[in-house]
């Protein structure tokens, strides 16, 4: 009751109900994470929604002090279109999994990025289905062996930002569960954008897919894995004594290797920009994998363009100011109508 | 214009049944519709059935291509499109053959000769020429329609093709002739649609077309249908897919709750989404989504941020939004879902009628699923079946079903305007009051859950499809709490049946035989059991529109009665239910032919019924 008057913490958004996630699941960090940016953004707590599908990420909702609703497998994005078209003033949050996400729900992830709906979208990737008891996701690499892969996965993987980038997402970026501070930064930056905000948050599954992002989440080995994403700054990775950078030439990736002290643009390192209007940069971005590059971290792109939510309520507004607020007896009479008279 | 020349004969008949046919692109769609505007305006009463093909363009002059129109009109009550026409109008020779055997022995028979070329004969599958012999069953007259048309514009600056185009309109000049229809709504019409050249030619043809009447010794008689007997009032006409649109609205505006409509185009469904579509300064919002489920996803995510969701579609995309359904019921939200039922199984004869989905409806979920159920009797009840089944949503905190199928859908019907203050305005209202709030606790007379919209302080909290405490909304594997709560859930819907109005027997409570139909084949059943008792049976009928949850006084009507038929446009699914829910010795009868029930087949087995031992 007293949320209006009292700055809110990262408590208020704790609920009362027991967390089920298995001991050492990633999605701990990230709940943790979540509630710490929650009061900082300024938006009363019941104007939030956490919207969720099917899978372990999904159970998210619950345990947030917010509204929630826990939705069918797939659909969270559906959802959420409804919801926040209806009412613009809610801030939402969809939660989902790579299998939740990109296997059953890619279909609504591809319509809910393309219309670019103001919503944050946190896509927690494990590479693996949790709930269902381990059987190999969208994002899971071939030749991994599962329950219902035994020969190895024959799949190819679906990479959640090249897929987002194709559909046009305005605004995507990758997060490391277990690196809180840099997840806090990029939930802010994804509240802030106006548009579907996608943010694919490596997360370990310590018991079906257990270290699958050990590189990453490591702080030490993160040097080299990791490529860190700064807006102006250029693509340099690794340690200080041996510093490398990426370069594009003819759009086609290069690690470049950098002398001590020396300036990687002048040795042709890319300078990172969130905004190029053609998502060609950022996918190339996204294209970069281990072991033979740098997994980019941070915000790919950024760009800023109308979303379906104002737009829709600028088509209501706009059809009133030029009709008039409807009147359902015009309505009924409209057209050819006639008088049957007394008798 | 003065409707008989000299030599001409004026004969009254009681009612007449008129069949536009031709090929897709002839317009015989439009001739129909504004035959019908004038046949309203002329004060008799009407029903109408477009039969249109599933193809956009079919081969020219093809079978697949025939589109028709037919209506019925009469100075005494209607209620189906006829079984048979009296009058065939066949502008190629594949409209005629795919037309006549449907016509009354003896029916007049228009043909626009100048069609009958050898080349269309062979394409409609003629081996000769069908006029002559068609002479021996029927009154032919064979006009040179495309001729005297170009004709009638030889001096307008317009090319053939386009002079052509215009035809339909010569030939519904000849008909308004023909049966004293007013020639004014349509010239109207005409006017406020195009201008120059193209209004001059389509308003000179419907004249000469007119004249042509008064003129040719083809058409000795021309007929007049007096005015029917009608309730006084503002009359429309209104299809049955226009008037499932205008209640979507009707129900933002009598319940002050901005609606949000998700759907997915599907036929014969479309028409209710871009209908809606035209009313933003309604506050309406529509979503054309990806695909069937995230129309009712996105129509459940709007119920849940407060607005009325509804969503729109017919068979196959029904079967697909069952598993949102299922979490709406588990939700406790307000839906209404819309389904205008398609002929089947699978793509089926996606413009064909049929009504089978009522099984689907009320069982197609996982897990015991109960939702309320509304289907309308005729185009105009559309509109408020809509408006009920907000009503019922909100009320109840439940998702709706209505059905309507492919018939009510294009049909149209004269409709009586409704006075807007006489409609219900059920109320809206969402729970604030944050003392002692719980997301499950429920208003002791009608089960339903508060209503807690996002953006309410201090009501934050968390639904879902899993198995939810009684009470608190949390999740719970209570074995106990789930029983409960699905006992609850199905006494909700049950208790619903406190607001349905008690059913009303057609014909004596102490007939021999009741007829129980539901949803768009009123028409037929009621027009067959009056006929039946003109001819001394002994029949009685009900129609439901209330199918789950039941009239309450549904089974001791039943029980009234020794026989029972259920005729259905599928193959035994209302049957099933009276049997199964009410023990009593109901008897099917079905069809499922993509086409209504004609008012004969149902007469032919009320006789069969009636002179069949009682049963034992």
């Known amino acids: ?343 | 214009m003065s409707p008989t020349g000299p030599t001409k004969t004026v004969q009254q008949i009681e009612s007449v049944a008129i069949r536009f046919t031709g090929d897709s692109g002839d317009g015989m769609q439009l001739t129909g519709t504004k035959f019908t505007e004038s046949t309203a305006i002329a004060g008799n009463e009407l029903a109408t059935l477009p039969d249109y093909p599933a193809e956009i363009r079919a081969p020219i002059g093809t079978l697949a291509g025939v589109s028709g129109f037919q209506i019925h009109f009469s100075s005494k009550s209607v209620r189906t499109p006829a079984d048979h026409p009296d009058v065939l109008v066949a502008f190629n020779p594949a409209a005629l053959r795919a037309n006549i055997d449907d016509v009354r022995p003896n029916g007049m028979v228009i043909v626009n000769s100048d069609s009958f070329t050898a080349k269309n004969l062979k394409r409609a599958g003629y081996a000769e020429d069908p006029i002559p012999s068609l002479r021996d069953r029927y009154t032919v007259v064979d006009i040179p329609i495309t001729r005297l048309n170009r004709e009638s514009l030889k001096d307008l600056d317009i090319s053939t093709r386009d002079a052509d185009r215009c035809k339909n309109f010569f030939a519904l000049g000849l008909m308004y002739w023909l049966y004293h229809r007013p020639v004014e709504s349509t010239e109207r019409w005409l006017e406020s649609r195009f201008t120059g050249s193209v209004l001059e030619a389509n308003l000179r043809v419907l004249r000469a077309g007119y004249a042509f009447g008064e003129t040719t010794e083809l058409l000795p008689v021309s007929y007049i249908v007096p005015k029917a007997k009608i309730q006084p009032g503002v009359y429309r006409n209104i299809t049955g897919n226009k008037a499932l649109a205008w209640g979507i609205v009707a129900a933002g505006e009598q319940m002050q709750t901005d609606v949000f409509l998700g759907a997915y185009p599907i036929t014969p469904a479309s028409d209710v989404l871009h209908e809606v579509a035209r009313y933003r300064h309604f506050g309406v919002k529509t979503f054309q989504a990806e695909d069937e489920i995230a129309a009712v996803c996105a129509a459940i995510g709007a119920s849940f941020a407060g607005e009325l969701g509804v969503t729109t579609t017919s068979g196959p995309g029904f079967v697909l939004k069952q598993e949102a359904l299922g979490l709406a019921i588990m939700a406790e939200l307000p839906l209404v879902v819309i389904d205008v039922q398609r002929a089947g199984p699978s793509t089926g004869m996606p413009t064909k009628i049929e009504q089978a989905d009522l099984l689907l409806a009320l069982y197609g979920r996982n897990s015991d699923s109960p939702i309320p159920v509304i289907a309308a009797m005729s185009p105009g009840d559309c509109f408020y079946t809509v408006l009920e089944a907000f009503s019922w949503a909100v009320k109840y905190m439940t998702p709706v079903v209505v059905l309507s199928n492919g018939h009510l859908a294009n049909s149209s019907e004269p409709w009586r305007i409704p006075d807007v203050d006489s409609l219900p305005r059920p109320q809206v209202q969402y729970r604030t009051d944050p003392a002692n709030f719980q997301p499950y606790a429920r208003n002791p007379e009608t089960l339903a859950r508060p209503w807690a919209i996002p953006g309410t302080p201090g009501l934050e909290h968390r639904i879902g499809g899993l198995a939810k405490d009684q009470n608190t909304g949390n999740v719970s594997y209570d074995p106990q709490n789930n029983e409960r709560m699905i006992r609850l859930r199905a006494e909700k819907v049950a208790r619903i049946a406190a607001d349905i109005p008690p059913i009303e027997i057609n014909g004596s409570e102490n007939a021999e035989l009741l007829v129980v139909g539901w949803g768009g084949t009123y028409g037929a059943i009621v027009s067959a059991v009056e006929a039946a008792r003109q001819n001394g049976r002994s029949v009685s009928s009900i129609h439901l529109r209330h199918l789950n949850p039941f009239p309450s006084n549904l089974e001791s009507i039943l029980r009234r009665f020794d026989k029972i038929l259920v005729p259905e446009l599928n193959q035994g699914q209302l049957v099933r239910l009276l049997r199964a829910e009410f023990l009593v010795p109901a008897v099917a009868m079905n069809k499922v032919r993509g086409q209504p029930f004609l008012i004969e087949e149902i007469c032919a087995r009320i006789d069969e019924m009636l002179s069949e031992e009682a049963p034992r």
């Open chain 1, 1 to 343: 009751m007293t949320d209006h008057f009292n700055k809110l913490t990262s408590k208020d958004f704790m609920s009362d109900q027991d967390i089920r996630w298995c001991p050492g699941c990633g999605d701990y960090s990230i709940l943790a994470n979540i509630q710490r940016v929650m009061p900082e953004l300024g938006v009363p707590r019941e104007n939030f929604v956490f919207v969720s599908g099917i899978g372990c990420s999904s159970r998210f909702p619950y345990y947030m002090n917010t509204y929630g609703f826990h939705t069918i497998h797939g659909r969270a994005p559906a959802f959420a279109t409804g919801i926040k078209a209806s009412r613009p003033d809610l801030s939402v949050w969809v939660v989902t999994g790579d299998g939740d996400g990109l296997s059953i729900g890619g279909n609504h992830m591809l319509h809910t990025i393309r219309r670019n709906v103001d919503i944050q979208i946190l896509l927690f990737n494990n590479r693996v289905y949790g709930l269902t008891k381990g059987q190999y996701s969208p994002t899971s690499q071939i030749g991994m062996r599962t329950a219902s892969s035994p020969d190895g996965s024959i799949d190819h993987p679906v990479d959640p930002l090249a897929f987002a980038l194709g559909a046009g997402a305005t605004f995507v970026a990758r997060a490391i569960d277990v690196d809180g501070a840099h997840l806090q930064q990029l939930l802010r930056r994804a509240y802030n954008h106006p548009g579907t905000a996608l943010i694919e948050i490596l997360q370990n599954c310590p018991v079906y897919n257990d270290n699958e992002w050990l590189e990453l989440e490591d702080r030490k080995s993160r040097t080299d894995a990791a490529l860190i994403l700064e807006d102006g700054e250029p693509l340099v990775f690794g340690s200080e004594d041996n510093r490398r950078g990426i370069g594009f030439h003819g759009g086609i990736a290069q690690v470049i290797e950098l002398e001590k002290g020396q300036d990687p643009i002048a040795a042709g390192v890319a300078v990172h920009n969130e905004r190029y209007q053609t998502p060609a940069y950022a996918f190339a971005l996204a294209s970069l994998k281990r072991p033979d590059f740098p997994l980019p971290i941070g915000v790919f792109r950024a760009v800023e363009t109308a979303t379906y939510d104002a737009l829709l309520q600028g088509q209501v507004a706009g059809a009133v100011v030029k009709r008039g607020a409807g009147s359902l007896h015009d309505l009924l009479h409209s057209g050819d109508t006639w008088t049957v008279e007394e008798g």
